[in-house]
């Protein structure tokens, strides 16, 4: 699908989507309790579907109405399929294989796109280490494995993905025994392992965090079925208040500000950059104004990165991203995609090993763009429109309902003048 929008300063109020990160974690949880679940406030994007589906093939019960999932759980879970299908999601990969592996079973993971090729090395250690039996395509997906978990200790790098120590942090409990997680370097993005820890809890699952260096894991944990209801997601809310930034006149509603998300630093970030923020009881909004280059890093905020470059190409002076390595492995090279599509419609903006660096315009050009099959990507180019003098055609534009399905049309809502095509 090709979008071309016409430039327009967006106006209005939009609902933020749930938080796609809590809806994974809401999710698996409910499913692993025994009992009845309502999660409500949930969105519905592709991501949320494969874990859903995930849940199913192990024997889970969910049932969908329009904005919540009821989940009859089970503390014993079975294949009743021998393949989870996870589409693109790497969440739902890295948190579903350390729970498929407290079963014994054979089962196969299989994926879509950029997926197929992410890495799982950290779980291929400890598959080696454990003895549990595993197959690959010369490193990629489809990943069989036949074995089970013990309780025991889990050695896992912080550094590559912290959804490798969240995927372990939902399954040992279930273990008939105690175990230890020992991060070996630096944990980055700390804010998504909080976000699983406050899951667990109040799921009636206790973990002890020493100071992110170790994790302690009881054994015999009971997951207990709650109601729940998702809070609006800072990674998502980031394009609206970025296009306020930039002129548009947007109030985002649904937010928790007293939020743990790791992604709630981007009101941080956009205050560093001498923007500014209006917080009131019912809504969150940037305030249009100028604002500057800083250094940024991206190490806890990964997923923030493409729209702070938008952000950054549009600010006075120069802005460099530090530390944002593994935007390599995302759905795409993202620090290679935002660089080469930005670069495209005027921003002076250059690739570094692990960054950007970025000397912002007064304004971009427009032209042609790809998502790259990237749904951050297309949306924050899209936001890019609103100081492009020219229309701008975003090639791929489907992408989005990976996170975030309603995208377009929240932006045509807000006042965007778009013009879409199919091009099948």
């Known amino acids: 699908m090709r979008i071309k929008i016409n430039p327009e300063i967006l ?21 692993l309790s025994e009992g009845e679940s309502i999660i409500s406030n949930i969105m519905f994007s592709k991501d949320i579907e494969a874990t859903c589906n995930a ?54 993971f299989s994926g879509k796109g950029k997926l197929i090729e992410r890495p799982l090395d950290d779980y291929y250690k400890i598959f080696d280490e454990k003895n549990i039996a595993y197959r690959n395509n010369e490193g990629k997906l489809p990943l069989t494995i036949r074995g089970k978990l013990t309780p025991s200790e889990y050695k896992i790098r912080g550094d590559v993905s912290s959804q490798f120590i ?29 976000l699983t820890i406050d899951m667990l809890n109040r799921f009636s699952v206790n973990v002890e965090n020493r100071n992110y260096k170790e994790f302690i894991i009881k054994g015999n944990q009971k997951y207990k079925a709650i109601n729940y209801e998702v809070e609006g997601d800072f990674s998502q809310v980031s ?8 002129g548009c006149d947007i109030s985002c509603k649904g937010m928790n500000i007293s939020s743990i998300q790791g992604d709630k630093a981007i009101l941080d970030t956009i205050m ?19 604002t500057k280059g800083i250094v940024i890093d991206a190490k806890d905020i990964p997923d923030l990165v493409p729209i702070l470059a938008v952000l950054a190409s549009l600010s006075k002076g120069k802005t460099e991203i530090i530390n944002a390595s593994r935007l390599r492995f995302k759905e795409s090279d993202r620090l290679k995609a935002i660089s080469e599509e930005l670069s ?30 990237d ?7 899209a936001v890019a429109s609103v100081r492009c003098k020219e229309p701008l055609t975003i090639d791929g534009a489907e992408c989005v309902s990976k996170s975030y399905p309603d995208f377009w049309e929240h932006f045509e809502k807000l006042g965007g003048d778009i013009c879409e095509w199919n091009m099948g």
Request: proline share 2%; aromatic share 6%; glycine share 10%.
């Open 11 to 31: 106006k209005g109020q939009v609902m933020v989507p749930a938080s796609k990160s809590i809806c994974h974690r809401a999710i698996i949880c409910a499913g």
């Open 55 to 108: 849940m199913k093939t192990l024997g889970v019960r969910i049932k969908k109405y329009d904005d919540k999932i009821k989940i009859l759980g089970r503390s014993s879970l079975v294949a009743e399929e021998k393949n989870i299908k996870c589409n693109e999601s790497g969440s739902t990969l890295r948190f579903m294989i350390p729970i498929a592996a407290t079963l014994g079973q054979m089962i196969t």
């Open 166 to 194: 969240t995927g372990l942090l939902f399954a040992l409990p279930l273990l008939d025994g105690d175990s230890k997680i020992i991060v070996t370097t630096e944990l980055e993005s700390k804010g998504y392992v909080d």
């Open 239 to 246: 394009f609206w208040l970025v296009a306020g930034l930039l």
């Open 272 to 290: 560093a950059m001498r923007g500014e923020i209006e917080i009131s009881n019912s809504y969150i909004k940037a305030i249009s104004k100028e």
């Open 344 to 373: 495209k419609i005027g921003a002076d903006i250059k690739e570094t090993k692990d960054g950007l660096v970025i000397n912002g315009v007064d304004s971009l050009k427009g032209g042609e763009v790809y998502s790259w099959n």
């Open 375 to 381: 749904h951050r990507i297309a949306m924050a180019l």
